[in-house]
Nanobody, 121 residues
Framework: VQLVESGGGLVQPGGSLRLSCAASGRTFSSYAMGWFRQVPGKEREFVAAISRSGIVKKYGDSVKGRFPISRDDAKNTVYLQMNSLKPEDTAVYYC???????????????WGQGTQVTVSS
């Protein structure tokens, strides 16, 4: 599956952004989807994941309660609503697809190219 992220940009602290990840192909519903982020010099960090059914969701501790994840299988798209943004949320955000529900980056076989999110006043 091919993935393309969009929705990144510059936002002030306390603001919101919604990231989208559009998937190609007709098998989107068979994948669990995840969001990760990375800043230069640091390891890729788990942000959120959603199961194939959309019922089970997992979140990284740093975004829990602020970044709800959702999916729309009719549109082959997964979303990350980013609220109450902080400067430390600045990173390149990647979406990824896995055949199982997981928070381990190594279990995700398909990745998008990433979208930059910058939180700054």
């Amino acid at each position: 599956v091919q993935l393309v992220e969009s929705g990144g940009g510059l936002v002030q602290p306390g603001g919101s952004l919604r990231l989208s990840c559009a998937a190609s192909g007709r098998t989107f519903s068979s994948y669990a989807m995840g969001w990760f982020r990375q800043v230069p010099g640091k390891e890729r960090e788990f942000v959120a994941a959603i199961s194939r059914s959309g019922i089970v969701k997992k979140y990284g501790d740093s975004v829990k309660g602020r970044f709800p994840i959702s999916r729309d299988d009719a549109k082959n798209t997964v979303y990350l609503q980013m609220n109450s943004l902080k400067p430390e949320d600045t990173a390149v955000y990647y979406c990824a697809a896995s055949t199982r529900m997981t928070a381990d980056a190594g279990d995700f076989g398909s990745w998008g190219q990433g979208t930059q999110v910058t939180v700054s006043s």
